[in-house]
């Protein structure tokens, strides 16, 4: 279901009814904003202080009539839920009333934006009764039979019994100081008034509407991590859970491209006690052959599985880049050095393309984590080496796998610069001396391309030998 949830927990404090009227009006320009993800009918509860509450449930949008409507914040208010609902086709309802409006609830509220796949197998497993045959409804007197009011005791049941999508904000009556919010992909925003002393929360950072704000007038967002469940009481008591499922399995998926970095990372990853499987891609690129001989030893070395994805995409379809020889060739000015300070041997987004199918595969096959070689001496050069760029891929993966699916990419070696993880990978018992780190593909490495020279001055300055041989090492012993 494609709904919006809103609402605001009010902290403990006195306030004039011009501080009340603004909480009150920012909550209304939110609900309003919100028919963005439902115009269908729209709900709001607010929660008093003595136990009772203040319901306002219209058929319509939000922006229609909610302008008209009375007030429903007070100086006993403590927590307001809200609803705008898109009516999904597959529980249209013809002649709309009040009892198909959410939030739902008796003695627990909740407002839901998301979809109950086993509403009605919930409905017969504990013999309950609904009032509307909308999904959500089933969701109150669910908890209303099995919850024990503990935190604990909502996870376990959001967890476990809980088939579908959802971000939930959940009031008990009885408990009108203690707001609880929890969501697996769908997602919550929340929004700290430092000025009125009020939490806002909705489905869509947008709706907060703070990039229309100077930066010192802005107030601290952040967003309920993914698979999560929080309780946020009046009094400012914050306790959070993890949604998540423990599979324990300890597997890992190293992006191996066969030089230093990500053979580093295979072996700490194999030191954390993870199943490592090394996955390496050939992409039609000028040192496929001696990466993929070199994969096969790291392998055998490490004792581990590996796979190999053929694709021909760079090469046949994007094109544009040195290393599949469809633009120019490969930099080699100053012996390397130019080629180790700037993207010369750029190949368009191929990190982000190899973490989606390796992303892909983790989901299917079980890993729990992928592992690239970013690092922090290629940030410099390479924009898809920066921890941002993979901090920001870690906060999409819980969208782009289905649920309970989880895979994170962790960097073992990213805040590292070339001779930190030479150094490492020495300390730790990598096979570095079976590592291809050139970007041409002949006999010994060519000793004048950006990886070659990096990988020459980092064991350089750890006063180490490179245990492989050069080209121009082989001419002057010739000579």
């Known amino acids: 279901m494609g709904c919006s949830i809103s609402g605001c927990i009010i902290f403990q404090k006195s306030r004039s009814q011009e501080e009340i009227q603004r909480i009150e009006q920012r909550l209304r320009q939110i609900m309003i904003m919100a028919e963005d993800r439902g115009r269908d009918s729209y709900g709001i509860v607010a929660f008093q202080n003595d136990g009772s509450c203040v319901e306002i449930k219209e058929i319509g949008k939000a922006s229609e009539s909610l302008i008209k409507k009375p007030r429903f914040i007070n100086p006993k208010t403590y927590i307001v839920i809200a609803n705008n609902r898109a009516e999904p086709t597959t529980e249209y309802v013809a002649n709309k009333n009040v009892e198909d409006i959410q939030p739902f609830g008796n003695s627990v509220f909740i407002s839901h934006n998301g979809m109950i796949a086993n509403d009605f197998d919930l409905e017969k497993q504990f013999k309950l009764k609904r009032k509307t045959k909308i999904d959500s409804a089933i969701l109150p007197p669910l908890l209303e039979g099995i919850w024990d009011d503990s935190l604990d005791g909502l996870q376990k049941i959001l967890r476990d019994a809980i088939v579908g999508s959802f971000a939930l904000a959940i009031v008990k009556k009885g408990e009108p100081n203690a707001l609880y919010l929890a969501c697996n992909y769908k997602p919550i925003f929340l929004e700290y008034d430092v000025a009125l002393d009020v939490v806002y929360f909705t489905s869509l950072e947008s709706y907060l509407q703070q990039d229309t704000l100077k930066v010192w007038d802005a107030n601290p967002i952040r967003q309920l991590k993914p698979y999560s469940v929080a309780k946020i009481t009046t009094s400012k008591a914050f306790d959070e859970r993890s949604l998540f499922i423990d599979s324990r399995k300890m597997k890992a998926l190293v992006v191996a491209s066969a030089g230093l970095d990500s053979t580093t990372a295979a072996k ?40 190999f994805i053929d694709t021909t995409l760079f090469k046949d379809v994007i094109g544009h880049s040195r290393l599949t020889e469809t633009w120019a060739e490969i930099q080699k000015e100053r012996d390397g050095e130019a080629g180790a300070e700037f993207a010369h041997e750029w190949v368009p987004a191929r990190n982000l393309i190899f973490l989606s199918i390796a992303t892909g595969i983790a989901e299917a096959h079980g890993y729990d984590v992928i592992v690239p070689g970013t690092n922090l001496e290629e940030s410099g050069a390479y924009p898809d ?50 590592t291809w780190s050139c970007y041409e593909g002949g006999e010994a490495h060519c000793g004048r391309c950006g990886p070659c020279y990096m990988r020459k001055k980092a064991f350089k300055i750890n006063g180490l030998k490179d245990p492989v041989s050069y080209a121009e090492s082989r001419i002057r012993r010739t000579a």
């Open 268 to 307: 700490v990853m194999m030191n954390k006690g993870y199943e490592v499987t090394l996955l390496h891609f050939k992409y039609r690129h000028r040192a496929e052959a001696r990466e993929q001989e070199s994969i096969r030893r790291i392998a055998g070395h490490l004792n581990c599985g590996f796979m």
């Open 385 to 434: 080496n920066e921890m941002i760029f993979i901090n920001k891929l870690n906060e999409v993966l819980p969208y782009a796998t289905n649920l309970q699916r989880r895979v994170k990419i962790e960097m073992p070696v990213g805040n590292l610069m070339k001779h930190e993880i030479v150094k490492l990978g020495v300390q730790i018992g990598a096979p570095l001396h079976l």
